[in-house]
């Protein structure tokens, strides 16, 4: 079946770096945009990134640009979020998504994943 895995979270500290990768299973995603959000202890799933398929536009959270990229590889279907300068307030889990079409509304988006954890300590 239709299965989005992330991977590469874990612990760091401000100011570190994570890599983030999502990889797909059961289909490929030719055609799909993709996104990662997070969501920390308590709060709603927010958006943190997203990137056309064609990889010719991408688009970030106020919250972390310049700090995060996202990126593809349409070969292998693999879509990555670098994390640098990582702050406390990045705490969260992560998670990957793929939508038909690019949209704000997280119901609207097809596929999930199960979220990776991204705990940035002081």
């Known amino acids: 079946q239709v299965q989005l895995v992330e991977s590469g979270g874990g612990l760091v500290q401000a100011e570190g770096s994570l890599r983030l990768s999502c990889a797909t299973s059961g289909r490929t995603f030719s055609g799909y945009n993709m996104g990662w959000f997070r969501q920390a202890p308590g709060q709603e799933r927010e958006f943190v990134a997203a990137?056309?398929?064609?990889?010719?536009?991408?688009y970030y959270a106020d919250s972390v640009k310049g700090r995060f990229t996202i990126s593809r590889d349409n070969a292998k279907n693999p879509v990555y979020l670098q994390m640098n300068s990582l702050k406390p307030e990045d705490t969260a889990v992560y998670y990957c998504?793929?939508?038909?079409?690019?949209?704000?509304?997280?119901?609207?988006?097809?596929?999930w994943g199960q979220g990776t954890q991204v705990t940035v300590s002081s």
């Open positions: 990137i056309r398929w064609s990889g010719s536009r991408t």
């Open positions: 998504a793929a939508a038909l079409v690019l949209t704000t509304t997280l119901k609207d988006w097809n596929f």
